[in-house]
């Protein structure tokens, strides 16, 4: 595997994954080249993100009715290591690699049942006001709660 | 082709179509078996048919902030009458077939760049006030841009 | 609940599927709107689907290299019974309502966490032989296997 | 807009496009946030991809019975610059930012109606050849191919 800018090692990088979640391939995100579709990681990172995020108890918080934060996708990026075929069972696994004040760099791992990464990526997502449309930081709630997942992980 | 509940007779029912929007099958929507998912044609008669309510002025109402109604999908159904692939050039067509008190039955066809149809669909939109939940009857305006429409058809 | 052409008595229908299939509802799969999007739960039908024809061991010999048959969707259809949203839990189950020659017609229906049931719907499915393009018949192995299901139903 | 690593000088980096791709925001491609699924663009991407292989004649080759060779995604990302409606009209430009000895390095402009950047991405494909599964060089002739369509660009 090629290096990628946003692993140093790839073992230690793999061993700091403590949340994930299981995803099985619809034989409507195969494509006529008879894999996965290149779009659909996507689709489950932030399937995975969410449920992390659900985890963590923040999910309910931005969607429920009279919220004033919303949490924005600032950017995505995806590795394709291996093909992925129609009916395989996924493990995606998500991080909070770095918690900015208003943003945190999640990073994603997905995995074949024999355990190999089939693809990995990351990307930036902000809590954003809905009002002013700006940068919302995170309460000393959120950050403890991102730090507490941290802590499960060493 | 086998006789379908909802189409009398093909031929004429086809002549009857006056609104049609332009669609190409992305690989994406392609599957392993190396044509457009069976799931796709339902994103195509959505998108057709809201740019058919466009054309009618509905959905410019529907989409805006204050907006008291919502359209709602209760059926739909679809006849897969040939393959379809990668890169084809379809034509889909719309046309209110029946319209009730505050319902609409909504046809489809969707053809191939030879004119033949690959498949055909119906369902039934109704107009729901978001605070009743209830049906919300056509305003007289409504009713008459559907009928004009009917009057293009002829 | 409005009277459907494919179903005759609601209660007896739904005691009679005996294959169920959980999906939770995706972000991605919903709309603007807010509810999930009418397209997606026949993608929710062909995943359940294909379980089902894996649980019945059809699916194996479909999907190999060598397979000379594949099976092709005839028509689809959906009811919209209620409203579905983000994360829910859903289940949905697949039966064989009738089996013919070459083919079968699957009964849905997908249900709330709470055993209501949100859509339902049916589509007929063809076995087809991959290099002349008809129906190839079921064989015998194939129709117990339908058989065999039916009588777990009972 | 802050500094992306794969840009220099951002409206430069606008004026080398030369392909581009229009399409419009389906009501199914937006969630329940009320804006396009960051999930979508990729399949934008994906489309507008395809559009300039076929514009330079690729496209064909690779999806030929029996060709030999198959395009692979290698890595994708895309970073979200402004928030995406229902029924926008976007304008999706392609370029090869630079052409190895077997892959590609594509980069991706999308633009609103109004000619401001949506969102814009880059990522490397790899010609693979089928029975060895391992890079196959770019031919002469696609090369001269790439470089064509770069004089365009001047």
């Known amino acids: 595997m090629k290096k990628l800018a946003y692993i140093e090692d790839l073992q230690q990088w793999m ?11 619809r034989f409507s995100e195969t494509d006529m080249f008879g894999h996965l579709n ?11 993100r969410i449920e992390f995020f659900k985890s963590l108890g923040f999910m309910q918080d931005w969607t429920q009715a009279g919220s004033n934060t919303i949490p924005v996708v600032a950017d995505l990026q995806c590795d394709f290591l291996q093909q992925v075929y129609f009916g395989e069972e996924l493990e995606v696994s998500v991080k909070a690699q770095q918690v900015g004040t208003s943003s945190v760099d999640l990073h994603y791992l997905g995995r074949k049942g024999n355990g190999e990464p089939c693809f990995v ?21 959120q950050r403890n709660l991102f730090l507490s997942r941290e802590t499960l992980k060493k």
Do not use: C, D, I
């Not at 061993?15 to 391939?25: K, L």
């Not at 290149?38 to 995975?48: G, I, K, M, Q, S």
């Not at 990526?121 to 709630?141: D, I």
């Open 121 to 141: 990526g990351r990307g930036r997502m902000v809590q954003l006001n809905k009002h002013t449309g700006k940068g919302e930081a995170w309460s000393e709630e």
């Open 15 to 25: 061993n700091e994954f403590s949340f994930s979640h299981g995803v099985r391939v």
């Open 38 to 48: 290149n779009t659909v990681p996507f689709v489950y990172f932030e399937e995975a």
